[in-house]
């Protein structure tokens, strides 16, 4: 299945995580989502979308060791001092 260029407020709302439409309106109004107005009809570009999420996620603070401790389940170098991946110095 493909998914459309432009999505309704609707459709994007559920490529959002199920969202309602009005929340994605105010995305839109408040810049944080690029829209196109397709003969009076607002619609959301999916590649906005994408681009929104991508800038949402976040990532560790810990980035050097968070990597191979994730998948290993072992501890981090760091300054010297082994830190178990979550606790704290």
Same mark, same amino acid.
């Given at each position: 299945?493909?998914?459309?260029?432009?999505?309704?407020?609707?459709?994007?709302?559920?490529?959002?995580?199920?969202?309602?439409?009005?929340? $994605?309106?105010?995305?839109?109004?408040?810049?944080?989502?690029?829209?196109?107005? $397709?003969? @009076?009809?607002?619609?959301?570009?999916?590649?906005?979308?994408?681009?929104? $999420?991508? @800038?949402?996620?976040?990532?560790?603070?810990?980035?050097?060791?968070?990597?191979?401790?994730?998948?290993?389940?072992?501890?981090?170098?760091?300054?010297?001092?082994? $830190?178990?991946?979550?606790?704290?110095?």
């Amino acid at each position: 299945m493909t998914l459309p260029l432009l999505l309704s407020l609707q459709d994007a709302a559920q490529q959002l995580g199920g969202v309602s439409a009005r929340t $994605v309106r105010r995305m839109i109004e408040a810049g944080e989502l690029p829209a196109v107005r $397709v003969r @009076g009809r607002l619609t959301v570009p999916l590649a906005s979308i994408q681009a929104w $999420v991508a @800038g949402q996620i976040q990532t560790p603070h810990n980035q050097p060791c968070a990597g191979h401790v994730l998948k290993e389940n072992i501890t981090c170098l760091t300054n010297e001092k082994i $830190v178990p991946f979550g606790g704290r110095r």
